[in-house]
């Protein structure tokens, strides 16, 4: 039986503070917390599941299994003992306290790509190998040094300097999340033609959000929409889709507000927009 050691882990902090995005740190929550849908877990919530683990024999799927006990993990992680007699709390807490941040950045790359591994042979039938998992999870860890580096070495957006914009005005019903899922739809085949492969993708509508990143089929004409969105999302590499407060999205904000004095769909280099050239650190 699946154990719930919820309260043993206490080091939110650190939790919330690593330099990953958003959706990261909130997976990362969910583990400690022992709320993955991992089999033994839904049993625990008297759903109904046969099996064990996904991804090997194991007659258990646990969070502990899946991320540290299985072959695969062990694989991945190079190494037959992960957790060294310790639960998984005790592990997570212990890799975040660490002084060297390249293994808390590995343990989450891992974690997530496991999961995503274990998901993918779940409800798509599709199987990944040890070396395509270790690939992307040192994709991912240099995507997130890059995206998330110190302003004195870095040149991304998110330091406040200007990248690139792209606005106008869309034709589309009066329809909030029809129109949001269309301009994401753009966004993201705009970020396919200028090839920018390792991309995070922040938007403040929490439908698209959860709807782009859930395991579930959504047959409706949005979801139709949802689901090229996927479709360009994979052919342009590592694409992390997040839900960010408007508050948190100023720039993008005050853009989307100005698209309506576009007549066209405008890109812009080097050069901002008036619109939000005083919001930016150039």
């Known amino acids: 039986m699946q154990q719930e050691p919820a309260l043993e882990f206490s080091d939110w902090r650190k939790l919330w503070s690593l330099k990953v995005p958003p ?10 917390r ?3 849908p991992v089999k033994e877990v839904l049993r625990t919530k008297h759903v109904v599941v046969g099996g064990g683990c996904s991804l090997c024999s194991s007659e258990s799927e646990t969070i502990e299994h899946i991320f540290c006990e299985c072959p695969i993990a062990c694989q991945v992680w190079g190494s037959h003992s992960i957790l060294h007699e310790v639960s998984f709390v005790e592990f ?10 390249d293994r808390a950045l590995r343990m989450a790359a891992i974690f997530w790509t496991l999961w995503r591994v274990r998901n993918d042979l779940v409800w798509n039938g599709k199987s990944w190998s040890v070396s395509m998992i270790k690939a992307q999870v040192d994709v991912l860890i240099s995507s997130w040094k890059q995206c998330y580096s110190s302003p004195e070495s870095s040149t991304h957006d998110h330091t406040g300097g200007f990248v690139a914009a792209y606005a106008g005005r869309m034709n589309c019903a009066r329809d909030p999340y029809l129109a949001e899922t269309m301009a994401a739809k753009e966004a993201l085949t705009w970020l396919k033609n200028r090839v920018m492969p390792n991309t995070i993708v922040e938007l403040d509508c929490l439908n698209f959000c959860t709807n782009f990143n859930s395991q579930y089929e959504d047959f409706s004409y949005i ?3 949802i689901k090229q969105c996927r479709v360009i999302a994979r052919d342009i590499g590592d ?6 407060k408007r508050s948190a999205n100023h720039v993008a904000h005050v853009l989307a507000r100005a698209a309506g004095s576009f007549p066209v769909l405008t890109e812009w280099d080097t050069v901002p927009p008036d619109c939000i050239s005083d919001l930016l650190l150039l």
Do not use: P, S
């Not at 959706?23 to 400690?32: A, G, H, Q, S, Y």
């Not at 997570?92 to 941040?101: Q, S």
């Open 34 to 36: 022992y709320l993955l």
């Open 23 to 32: 959706n990261i740190r909130n997976f990362l929550w969910r583990c400690v």
């Open 92 to 101: 997570v807490k212990a890799e975040l306290d660490n002084h060297d941040n």
């Open 239 to 244: 694409v992390h889709v997040c839900h960010v």
């Open 223 to 225: 979801g139709l929409i």
